[in-house]
């Protein structure tokens, strides 16, 4: 089943933060966050394990509350490059552990100066 | 390295006509995954590979759309006939991952897509 995202879009000026949220109705293994740019590829963002593990990359990290199944994603003092649509891929629970990511219909960033 | 690898761009076909994709991952990754992205519907698995066996054909929306992976360097995709409905941007992912039972702890590397307009 899809995960939810929230919001669909939101728009920064260069500088302020935003979250945005990945719920799913299924327990989960780990969640994957993926930038898009418009008319390229999803980009890796980073993977999320444990419940409550915090990750980063640059000013961007992210949080995995498995109890509550549901992740979020934190911009801190946006840039310009931080514009795009941003996806949450969930790894469900599953015996077969077959490592297939669902992922929500994502949420669109944009940043402005 | 070279990152994960597909042909063509851009396709433009006529409905009915038969369409090939082709992928090839990154050299070592052990999993390859086909997806479909529209506005609609986002981003969808349609098959996904492990050690060149399909683990889950299950996304594959009919009969029409069939996938290979004859050995661990190529992939393809093929809709018989196409139509309309199946214009889309199509990606191809990989990455390494243990034998099915473990945790996908590894991320997905993405090619640049086909854009596919089925006339």
């Known amino acids: 089943q899809q995960p939810v995202q929230s919001p669909q879009a939101v728009i920064l000026r260069e500088g302020e933060d935003a979250v945005i949220n990945c719920s799913s109705s299924?327990?989960?293994?780990?969640v994957h966050w993926y930038r898009q740019k418009h008319g390229e590829a999803p980009v890796f963002l980073m993977i999320?394990?444990?419940?409550?593990e915090q990750k980063g990359h640059e000013k961007i990290s992210a949080s995995f509350n498995e109890k509550k199944q549901q992740s979020s994603l934190y911009l801190t003092a946006s840039q310009l490059s931080y514009s795009g649509t941003y996806f949450c891929?969930?790894?469900?629970?599953?015996?077969?552990?077959?490592?297939?990511?669902?992922f929500g219909k994502g949420t669109k960033l944009s940043v402005i100066p | 390295d070279a990152g994960v690898i597909q042909s063509p761009r851009h396709e433009v076909t006529e409905m009915g006509q038969e369409v090939t994709l082709r992928c090839k991952p990154i050299?070592?990754?052990?999993?390859l995954f086909w997806y479909r992205q529209t506005m609609m519907r986002g981003l969808e698995l349609l098959i996904y590979?492990?050690?060149?066996?399909?683990?889950?054909d299950s996304g594959m929306p009919e009969d029409r759309f069939s996938a290979k992976m004859p050995n661990a360097s190529f992939s393809t995709l093929k809709i018989q006939p196409s139509e309309p409905r199946d214009s889309a941007v199509y990606f191809c992912?990989?990455?390494?991952?243990?034998?099915?039972?473990?945790?996908?702890?590894?991320?997905?590397?993405f090619g640049d897509g086909t854009r596919l307009s089925i006339l």
């Open positions: 999320l394990l444990k419940g409550g």
């Open positions: 299924k327990a989960l293994y780990s």
């Open positions: 050299s070592g990754h052990n999993s």
């Open positions: 590979f492990n050690n060149n066996v399909p683990i889950d």
């Open positions: 992912a990989s990455s390494l991952n243990g034998p099915p039972g473990g945790v996908g702890n590894q991320p997905q590397h």
């Open positions: 891929g969930t790894e469900k629970t599953s015996g077969a552990g077959s490592y297939q990511l669902t």
